[in-house]
């Protein structure tokens, strides 16, 4: 299996559960993609970080997705936005009273998908 993994500006559209990573460190992009590489299932996982700038571009990406996960950690009050989403879970040093499920990191979200989908 394979995964997609996405940033500005390209797009995918296929039917791969589609999620919108927000702020990820590189260390965590690095362990996504071996955990997407020894996953079952597919996945395109969109990568943001506030440094690139395209706000545009990030809005497409967190339309087409079915979860978003934001790191909280120096999050740029323009993002904090995406806190609002009912789909959107995250993690980090701030604590939000918002829609948004709060995880503990990054792999909390696709650990909580894995199981639920096995029950």
């Known amino acids: 299996m394979y995964s997609n993994f996405i940033t500005p500006p ?3 559209e296929d039917q791969f559960h589609t999620v919108t990573v927000v702020n990820a460190t590189d260390q965590e992009v690095e362990l996504l993609g071996r955990m997407c ?6 996945f395109n996982i969109y990568l943001y970080k506030a440094a690139m700038n ?3 571009w990030l809005k497409k990406a967190v339309d087409l997705s079915d979860a978003v996960i934001v790191n909280t950690d ?5 993002l904090e936005d995406l806190l609002v989403l009912d789909k959107t879970h995250y ?7 918002v829609k948004a499920q709060q ?6 979200y696709f ?4 199981h639920e989908q096995n029950k």
């Open 10 to 12: 390209d797009f995918v």
């Open 37 to 42: 590489k020894g996953s079952d299932d597919q």
């Open 54 to 56: 395209d706000l545009p």
């Open 74 to 78: 120096g999050l740029d009050s323009v």
């Open 91 to 97: 993690y980090g040093q701030r604590d939000f009273l």
């Open 103 to 108: 995880v503990q990191n990054v792999f909390q």
């Open 111 to 114: 650990a909580v998908r894995y």
